[in-house]
């Protein structure tokens, strides 16, 4: 079991452009979890997602963003339109509802 | 509102010495508590969490519910315990478990 995946690991966009975010789950695992982490900050809860369905997503913000995770392949966190203040690590868990597993991040940095 | 709370962005201690990383939470339920840890280019992974109340690479954290703290201890540190730490704390609504983070506290184990 490979684990969590994210791709890619690092990502740089310029202002305006949308960025895409992928992440794939643990084997098994049908819940995926998206966090933000911001500079100096902790992990900070975006989106939680089953399958085709979006079950949690008190913390994502209003405009730009926008999850999903389909039937088949990965979940996908897009970004449209970034801005500098989108710079940040973004990272997903997965989870079989005992404990989360985490990807390695991605790290977006939006010149 | 649920927050936790990490006061120490950077602990350095000698290798030998005692460690507590603390951490407090504000919740108004019955809180899970979770360590996580990330070593330098690894993911972030768990380390220990309450219910389990086991030792963990000679890491230990017991929840006072009364302070509503969940320090993080270990009587003599190893120089392969530095890492970034990450206090937890589960909503757990609605049957899955979206972790709330404090902002992490760095640990440095020196020779």
């Known amino acids: 079991n490979a684990g969590v995946m994210q791709n890619p690991r690092h990502l740089v966009r310029r202002r305006g452009q949308e960025a895409r975010l992928r992440c794939s789950p643990m084997?098994?695992?049908?819940?995926v979890y998206w966090y933000r982490q911001l500079p100096e900050e902790g992990l900070k809860f975006m989106v939680y997602?089953?399958?085709?369905?979006?079950?949690?997503e008190s913390g994502m913000p209003k405009e730009r963003f926008s999850a999903e995770f389909p039937k088949e392949g990965p979940s996908i966190l897009r970004i449209q339109q970034v801005v500098r203040g989108d710079s940040a690590a973004y990272f997903c868990a997965s989870s079989s509802l005992s404990e989360a597993f985490f990807g390695q991040g991605t790290r977006l940095t939006v010149v | 509102a649920q927050r936790v709370t990490q006061p120490e962005k950077l602990l350095s201690v000698f290798k030998g010495a005692p460690v507590e990383l603390k951490c407090n939470y504000s919740y108004s339920g019955s809180p899970e508590l979770f360590w996580y840890v990330q070593y330098s280019r690894q993911r972030l992974q768990l380390l220990l969490r309450h219910i389990s109340r086991e030792s963990i690479k000679g890491f230990t954290a017991d929840l006072n519910k009364g302070e509503t703290s969940f320090h993080l201890k270990k009587p003599f540190a190893q120089e392969e315990d530095s890492a970034m730490y990450y206090c937890a704390l589960s909503r757990s609504s609605g049957g899955y478990n979206k972790l709330i983070f404090g902002a992490g506290t760095r640990l440095a184990v020196h020779p």
């Open positions: 997602l089953q399958k085709e369905n979006i079950i949690d």
């Open positions: 084997k098994g695992h049908s819940h």
